[in-house]
Every structure is written in C-alpha cells, then in structure tokens.
C-alpha cells in the first residue's frame, strides 16, 4: 500500500490501483464528502500498515467499523470491493470502548487481511459537536441543513489538508 498525501493504492490481480480523493468522492456523489474523507485518512493509515512489501490485495481487505456513514461505505466500496463482496461490515459496539465525550466512539476501523489487522481510532478534536447534533437531528430547517453540509466541507477539506497520522491512532 503506497500513500502519498493524495492517493491510496492497493493491488488487484497483480495490478497496483491508484485512487484519489477525488475518485471517491466522484464514487460516491456530494452528499458526505466529510465521510468520503475520513474513508481516505483512514485507508491511507491502514492500508500502509498492513504492507508488507507492496500494495495489499484488494479482495483479501475486511473493512470492520463503527462508522456508518454513507461516504465512508462508498469510498471502501470503490478501493476493496468489499460492500458487493461481503468483506465490509458496520457494527457500532466495534467502537463502545472509546466513550469519552468526543464521538471517537463513532470512527473506529479495523482492517483484516488474512491473519494480520490493523486497529484505528480517531483523534479527539476531530469533529465537532455541532456536526454530530445536526447529523442526528431529523426534521432539520432550512438553515440548519445548509449549516450541516457547510460543516461537512468544513470537515473533509480539514483532514484532506492533514496527514492521516495525525488524524487517526493506529492501537
């Protein structure tokens, strides 16, 4: 897995993909562009752990996560398969353990490929309150639900301008 500041790459069938931001986010369509985000911090920082000598194999990859987010499941769909191919499953207790008022609780990822994992949590102070107020809220205003795609532009050009290291811990 090589993971320069704007790509991940992973191997399938013998041949290295190389995907951006900007894939997956053409993927997936506006709507979450902060998920298509966390998704690609995310990739880069595991997905680079769990090289060995090379680019990991795409079809061997389980996607494990806590974080449901629509963008997220398209941006993982895209670079392992893994949503049409079973390998990619959302449970929220995944992330129980990391109740401490900061929502990290929410962005919990494990990557498995074969006998070998990779564990990663977000960093506290990487998403707001508020984000998480509106997300939850159903009968938004008008205001409320142009304030709510602001934050996720906010949130996504705010970790695409950072190094995946900084963003989430591998444990």
């Known amino acids: 897995m090589t993971a320069a500041s704007n790509s991940v790459t992973i191997c399938d069938n013998g041949v290295d993909l190389t995907f951006s931001f900007e894939d997956m986010l053409r993927y997936h369509g506006p709507g979450f562009p902060g998920g298509v985000a966390h998704a690609f911090k995310v990739m880069q920082r595991g997905l680079t752990a769990l090289a060995k000598s090379g680019p990991v194999s795409r079809r061997d990859i389980r996607v494990e996560t806590s974080f449901g987010g629509p963008g997220g499941r398209d941006a993982f769909e895209l670079v392992t398969r893994g949503v049409t191919e079973g390998r990619y499953r959302v449970d929220k207790s995944l992330g129980e353990p990391f109740r401490d008022g900061t929502h990290r609780e929410r962005y919990f990822f494990r990557f498995v490929e074969n006998d070998r994992k990779v564990e990663m949590v977000i960093r ?10 509106l997300g939850a809220k159903a009968d938004k205003t008008a205001e409320e639900i142009a304030r709510h795609t602001y934050l996720k532009q906010e949130m996504a050009d705010r970790l695409l301008a950072l190094p995946a290291d900084e963003i989430y811990d591998i444990l």
Do not use: K
């Open 124 to 133: 506290a102070g990487h998403v707001c309150d508020e984000f998480i107020e």
